[in-house]
């Protein structure tokens, strides 16, 4: 007759086995029991192959690929910098125009309510023509009537 398993135990116990079983932990074991041996080996090993990681890393990398790679990244930097600079200013300009040159009407143009009164802009390239609209309508404009 077989017997029921306990798999949460069972798992523990696994769990357990490979922490002393496994690769890791053997290799743990013998390291801290001969430690001065394996630090000895390293030391040769060293010696005998001093441009290994030297050539390892020219093949993974090509000459001055970093260099490179930096260069591109700084240019793309750059250019969306300049980028956003030049699309903020002009928006920020035709927000100061339109602030300061239209008034706000008394409601908004949509539901006719009088709280939480924005300007929404219907053309940026016009900066003075603008609509007078409620947090609400103004938000659903830009969620549902995208260009």
Partial sequence: MC??????????????WRKTHSRTAQNQRYYLKHKEEVKEKHKRWREQNPNYWHE???KRRPEGSAKLRYQIN????LASKREYCIHHRFEVSVRDQ???????A?????CDSTENLERHHLDY????IIVTLCTSCHQYIHKHMKE
């Avoid at 798992?11 to 357990?16: D, N, R």
């Avoid at 339109?98 to 706000?104: I, N």
């Avoid at 008394?106 to 949509?110: P, Q, R, T």
């Fill in 56 to 58: 390892h890393d020219k």
């Fill in 74 to 77: 700084r240019e793309q930097q």
């Fill in 125 to 128: 390239s016009e900066p003075l």
């Fill in 106 to 110: 008394s409601s908004c143009e949509l």
């Fill in 98 to 104: 339109a602030r300061y040159h239209v008034p706000l």
């Fill in 3 to 16: 017997e029921k398993k306990n798999y949460s135990k069972g798992y523990l116990t696994v769990k357990k």
